[in-house]
T-cell receptor
Framework: NAGVTQTPKFQVLKTGQSMTLQCAQD?????MYWYRQDPGMGLRLIYY???????DKGEVPNGYNVSRLNKREFSLRLESAAPSQTSVYFC??????????????FGAGTRLSVL | QKEVEQDPGPLSVPEGAIVSLNCTYS??????FMWYRQYSRKGPELLMY????GNKEDGRFTAQVDKSSKYISLFIRDSQPSDSATYLC????????????FGPGTRLSVLP
């Protein structure tokens, strides 16, 4: 029972490089999210996808793009990485039925450093 | 003023102590309240979920919500070293929206 799987776990980039963070869930959830977590700031929503084929901006979308490839997969792309994007990135998914409506299930995170 | 405030700690207690973790919030529309536990280098995992005001107990954990004061608490009884983690509060106004708001987290260390 994998839940939410993120790859890679760690990444170091140089300023200006691009990369894609991958996320997949096996719980048949409709909604998926990308957050970044910085010290003292808590979790901040970058983008979310309420269902397959839809994406919307969250609190801090600048410098990022997303793709909801299918119901299982939601990727986050940094086109031109900046040191301000050094952070821990979490993918999450949320169910639609009953109590699962308000529970987000998180992956283990991707630790990204931009030099 | 941030929408959700939480003392970042760190909070250190001896094993067996009762721990009280708290969050305050400003948006009176919040109705759904959650506590997540996050171990070092791991993703957050749901610990407690409460709707509206009142108490909810699950084993050694009790969640309290006081909507009149815009204040929520998590109590841990008989704390264990395995409880050492960061605790995040989270809240939402609806059960179908996308707007979950997280507190910054309180780092707890339970010393053996």
């Amino acid at each position: 029972n994998a839940g939410v799987t993120q790859t890679p776990k760690f990444q170091v980039l140089k300023t200006g490089q691009s990369m894609t963070l991958q996320c997949a869930q096996d719980m048949n959830h409709n909604s998926m999210y990308w957050y970044r977590q910085d010290p003292g700031m808590g979790l901040r929503l970058i983008y979310y996808s309420a269902s397959e084929g839809t994406t919307d901006k969250g609190e801090v979308p600048n410098g990022y793009n997303v793709s909801r490839l299918n119901k299982r997969e939601f990727s986050l792309r940094l086109e031109s990485a900046a040191p301000s994007q050094t952070s821990v990135y979490f993918c999450a998914s949320r169910g639609l039925a009953g109590i699962a409506k308000n529970i987000q299930y998180f992956g283990a995170g991707t630790r990204l450093s931009v030099l | 003023q941030k929408e959700v405030e939480q003392d970042p700690g760190p909070l250190s207690v001896p094993e067996g102590a009762i721990v009280s973790l708290n969050c305050t919030y400003s948006n009176s529309a919040f109705q759904y309240f959650m506590w997540y536990r996050q171990y070092s280098r791991k993703g957050p995992e749901l610990l407690m979920y409460t709707y509206s005001s009142g108490n909810k107990e699950d084993g050694r954990f009790t969640a309290q919500v006081d909507k009149s004061s815009k204040y929520i608490s998590l109590f841990i009884r008989d704390s264990q070293p395995s409880d050492s983690a960061t605790y995040l509060c989270a809240m939402s106004a609806t059960n179908y929206g996308q707007n979950f708001v997280f507190g910054p987290g309180t780092r707890l260390s339970v010393l053996p």
